[in-house]
């Protein structure tokens, strides 16, 4: 490698420290301000016999843009809605805390890449703990997506309307191809402090 690509690169991966540190500290924040206001929406109290009745045909609910409600002439108990906002923002919390992790490993990776480490053996295990993080987070985020679905249909009265739970096939293949990835990074270590050892 030349010296302007490596100049190149390692002001890219300046930059992009940077912005994985803001995401790394904006995740952890987002984090705190869904779970205090999950624990704040589950101390209000609310009647449970207290129902509202959309007057038009304006409210509507979808969740991943995938399927909309339209929610004209039905009865919403306020208890369930509470419910269905208390597990959304709970949700979205433990997605923060995930995205906090994943942003912290990437931290280390790239505080590595710009001290001339790329194999340092904590990158390898930086990338193996991110992997597993993908890999749970395929099966925690669709079982937490299934729950707020849930929610929504037994407080809004759906009718003939389930909730299908699956794993993120995709996110468990990622994932596994991190935990490839973290083993070549170490064989990778290895080999450097092989080579060094022998200079």
């Keep these: 490698m030349n010296e302007s690509n490596y100049v190149k690169y390692k002001n890219l991966s300046r930059y992009l420290y940077k912005i994985i540190n ?7 924040f987002l984090a705190a301000i ?14 449970s016999n207290l129902l509202l009745s959309p007057s038009n045909n304006s409210i509507s609910l979808s ?8 929610l004209e002439n039905i009865s919403v108990n306020l208890m369930s809605l509470k419910e269905v906002f208390i597990y959304s923002f709970f949700s979205f919390s433990i997605v923060s ?7 912290k490993q990437l931290k280390y990776i790239f505080f590595n890449v710009i001290n001339n480490e790329p194999f340092n ?4 295990k930086s990338i193996l703990f ?6 749970i987070g395929a099966i925690v985020f669709p079982i937490s997506k299934a729950i707020v679905i ?9 009718s003939n309307v389930n909730v299908v739970y699956s794993i993120n096939i995709e996110g468990i293949f990622i994932g596994i191809l991190l935990i490839i990835l973290s083993s070549i990074f170490h064989f990778g270590s290895y080999l450097q402090n092989e080579h ?3 200079i």
């Design 22 to 28: 803001l995401l790394f500290w904006l995740s952890i």
């Design 130 to 135: 991110i992997g597993y993080s993908v890999i």
């Design 121 to 124: 053996e904590n990158n390898s």
């Design 97 to 103: 805390i995930f995205l906090a992790f994943i942003t």
């Design 63 to 70: 969740p991943d843009n995938i399927i909309r409600f339209n």
């Design 34 to 47: 869904f779970f205090v206001v999950s624990i704040i929406l589950l101390i209000i109290p609310i009647k």
């Design 150 to 158: 849930d929610k929504i249909i037994n407080g809004f009265n759906f």
């Design 196 to 198: 060094d050892s022998t």
